[in-house]
C-alpha cells in the first residue's frame, strides 16, 4: 500500500511527546483494556528490536502502592484476576517495597510488583517509526493541516488539507484529542474530549526511585467519568535522571495551561509517600490532552459513517501502551488480514448505538 502521513505539526508534536513513556499492565482493568495492554507490550519487543537503543527502552517494572486498607485489601482479588489474564505480578511487604524503593518512607500497608512494565521514549519512537515509514516508500507531509475528509456518496475520497486534496481510497483518523472535529467532517459523531494531565519535573537526582511508582488510587482517578480534578500519584526518575511527579485529570478543552495549584496538589501527595521528594528542586511543568472517550475504551476500526474511513483514537492516558497494537490491528484489517485480538469492543460505532 502507499502510505501517506499528514500531521499539522511536526510528528509528535501532540500528545504523545509529553507523557512519562510507560508502558504499563499494572494499571489495567482485565478484560479488552488489559488485552490490548499484554499485547501492547510484547509489540515492544518488535519496537526495540528495529529501533535499537534509541527507543530508550527500560525494563524496570513497577510498583502500586497502597497506603490505604481499600485498595489493600481488593489488591489479592485484582492480582489473581491480572496472574489469570497472562500478568506476571506478586504483593510485596511494607519492608519489601521500601528495600526495593527505600523513598517509600510515608504510611504503607503492602505494595504489588509488576516485573515486566516499562518505560520508552515515545516520541523518538514515534519519530523513528516514521522515517522507517519513509525509508519504505511512505510520505511524510508535517505542517499540513486535515480541513476535513473528503466523503462522497458514503466513500472516502481522502483529505482536504491546508496543501490542497490529498487523494486516498482509505483514511485512518488518528488526530488525538482533535479527532471529534475531524470524525464529525465525515458523518461520526464520536464523544471524544481532551483530558488534560499535568507533569512536575523536578531537578536531577540519579536513582531516586528505581522503578515506576504508582499510588493505587490511581486506577481509579483513571475510571472516574467526572470532569472535575482528580489528583493521584504517579512518580519516576527519567531517562535523564529528572524525577517527574504526576498526575492530575481534569476535563476544561483545550486548554494547555499549567496551574500552579496542580503541581502543589501532585507533589503534596507525592510527598505523602515519598516525603524526601518535597527536598527536590521543582524544574518546570507542562500540560498534555489525552484523547477520552466515555467508558475509557478506545475507538479502534471501521465505522458505517463512510466506507473506506478507519478510526485510532481515544487511548486517554495509555495510548503510548496501547498504540502500537492500535497500529497493527488497523493494518491488519485495512489488509483483510485476520486481527491478533477481537477489536468487537473498540468498535468506534458503539456510541451511536446506545
Ligand atoms: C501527562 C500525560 C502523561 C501520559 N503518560 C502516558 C504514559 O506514561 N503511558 C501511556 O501509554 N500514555 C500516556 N499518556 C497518554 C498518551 O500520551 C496519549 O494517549 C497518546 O499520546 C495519544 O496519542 P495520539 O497519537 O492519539 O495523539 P497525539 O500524540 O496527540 O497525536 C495526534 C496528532 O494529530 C495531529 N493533528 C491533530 N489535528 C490535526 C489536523 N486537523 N490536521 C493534521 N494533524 C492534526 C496533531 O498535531 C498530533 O501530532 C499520557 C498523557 C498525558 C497528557
Avoid at 482509505?170 to 482533535?178: E, F, H, M, Q
Wanted: hydrophobic letters at 40%.
Amino acid at each position: 500500500m502507499r502510505v501517506s502521513l499528514v500531521d499539522r505539526g511536526e510528528v509528535s508534536g501532540g500528545t504523545t511527546g509529553l507523557g512519562e513513556g510507560n508502558v504499563l499492565c499494572s494499571d489495567k482493568a482485565p478484560g479488552p483494556e488489559l488485552d490490548l495492554a499484554a499485547r501492547g507490550l510484547s509489540l515492544y519487543d518488535e519496537i526495540e528490536e528495529l529501533l535499537g537503543e534509541s527507543a530508550g527502552i527500560r525494563r524496570k517494572g513497577a510498583l502500586i502502592v497502597h497506603p490505604g486498607e481499600d485498595s489493600w485489601a481488593a489488591e489479592p482479588q485484582r492480582l489473581e484476576r491480572l496472574r489469570s489474564a497472562g500478568v506476571e505480578c506478586s504483593t510485596l511487604t511494607p519492608g519489601d517495597a521500601r528495600e526495593a524503593e527505600p523513598e517509600l518512607l510515608g504510611t504503607l500497608l503492602g505494595a504489588s510488583w509488576f516485573p515486566h512494565d516499562l518505560q520508552c521514549a515515545p516520541a523518538a519512537i514515534a519519530r523513528a517509526l516514521a522515517r522507517e515509514a519513509e525509508r519504505l516508500g511512505g510520505a511524510v507531509s508535517t505542517g499540513a493541516e486535515v480541513q476535513s475528509i473528503a466523503v462522497r456518496a458514503g466513500r472516502v475520497e481522502g483529505l482536504d488539507t491546508s496543501n490542497g486534496r490529498l487523494a486516498a481510497d482509505t483514511v485512518v483518523l488518528a488526530a488525538g484529542a482533535w479527532s471529534a472535529r475531524l470524525a464529525r467532517t465525515a458523518g461520526l459523531e464520536l464523544p471524544l474530549e481532551p483530558r488534560k494531565g499535568q507533569l512536575v519535573r523536578l531537578e536531577r537526582r540519579p536513582g531516586f526511585l528505581r522503578r515506576k511508582v504508582i499510588d493505587a488510587s490511581y486506577m481509579r482517578a483513571v475510571a472516574d467519568p467526572g470532569s472535575g480534578l482528580q489528583v493521584s500519584t504517579v512518580a519516576e526518575t527519567t531517562l535523564d535522571e529528572h524525577m517527574l511527579v504526576g498526575s492530575s485529570r481534569e476535563r476544561r478543552g483545550f486548554d494547555l495551561s499549567v496551574d500552579p495549584s496542580v503541581s502543589e496538589a501532585m507533589l503534596r501527595a507525592a510527598g505523602r509517600l515519598m516525603p524526601r521528594i518535597r527536598t527536590l528542586r521543582v524544574d518546570g511543568a507542562w500540560a498534555g490532552l489525552r484523547p477520552w472517550l466515555p467508558g475509557g475504551l478506545p475507538a479502534i476500526g471501521t465505522t458505517a459513517a463512510a466506507e473506506g474511513l478507519w478510526i485510532a483514537t481515544g487511548h486517554e492516558g495509555a495510548g503510548v501502551a496501547h498504540g502500537p497494537i492500535t497500529g497493527r490491528l488497523i493494518a491488519q484489517g485495512i489488509c483483510g488480514e485476520p486481527p491478533e485480538l477481537d477489536p468487537a469492543p473498540f468498535d468506534p460505532d458503539r456510541f451511536s448505538r446506545n
